[in-house]
């Protein structure tokens, strides 16, 4: 079947200007994750999904980042006003579900640059 | 929140040698220790997971080990081939809201 997809692959943006990233995960994952991952750099975790609500969103770097997911499905991380600390390659994942130790499927990545 | 340190950073190793990768972490409520494989270009992919039930899980050439009392577990892959070079990173999480946290990577060169 169908992975986890995102869009689009590549973004070049002017710092200042605002972004829109998008995932589709599995059909049927309920939980969704979004990472960041900054060049040679492990992964660093920004927000989660259950169903439509996220319940944690300390990861997120600061309020420029929000993120929205509808109809339990596609999920939306928005960067407002971006900076050049942005640049990074942004990664979604989705799972079965959140109350046990589900595997995380990971899309192939945003790679955001802000110039 | 948790803290998941990983070593080495890069790790040459000759073909048909094993490789050993260490990872501790600090929340005790961590249950859930996946490793995942990252080549140049793509996504992280699993490899191997254990739960904190099992003190070690092998699936051919890689096992996986696991303390608890010492809050450390550590990836072996042996007899290693080219095609093993990757970038291999460990992450830890508690069963709720299961958010993984990630060690830095390990960079795995496999000489032929």
């Known amino acids: 079947g169908a992975g986890v997809s995102q869009s689009p692959s590549n973004k070049v943006t002017e710092k200042g200007k605002d972004v829109e990233l998008r995932c589709d995960p599995i059909?049927?994952?309920?939980?969704l994750y979004w990472y960041r991952q900054s060049l040679g750099q492990g992964l660093e975790f920004l927000i989660y999904f259950q169903g439509n609500s996220a319940p944690d969103k300390s990861g997120l770097p600061s309020d420029r980042f929000s993120a929205e997911r509808t109809g339990g499905s596609v999920s939306t991380l928005t960067i407002q006003r971006t900076q050049q600390e942005d640049s990074a390659v942004y990664l979604c994942a989705s799972s079965l579900g959140w109350e046990a130790p589900y595997e995380q499927y990971f899309g192939p990545g945003t790679r955001l640059t802000v110039t | 929140g948790e803290n998941v340190e990983q070593h080495p950073s890069t790790l040459s190793v000759q073909e048909g040698d094993s490789a050993v990768i260490k990872c501790t972490y600090s929340?005790?409520?961590?249950?859930?220790f996946p490793w995942y494989k990252q080549e140049l270009g793509k996504r992280p992919q699993l490899i191997i997971d254990?739960?904190?039930?099992?003190g070690e899980k092998k699936d051919q050439r890689i096992a996986v080990t696991l303390n608890k009392t010492a809050k450390h577990f550590s990836l072996h892959i042996t007899e290693t081939q080219p095609e093993d070079s990757a970038v291999y990173f460990c992450?830890?999480?508690?069963?709720?809201?299961?958010?993984?946290?990630f060690g830095g990577g390990t960079r795995l060169m496999v000489k032929p």
């Open positions: 929340d005790s409520a961590s249950n859930y």
């Open positions: 059909s049927g994952h309920t939980a």
């Open positions: 992450a830890a999480s508690e069963a709720a809201g299961n958010m993984l946290t």
């Open positions: 254990i739960r904190s039930n099992v």
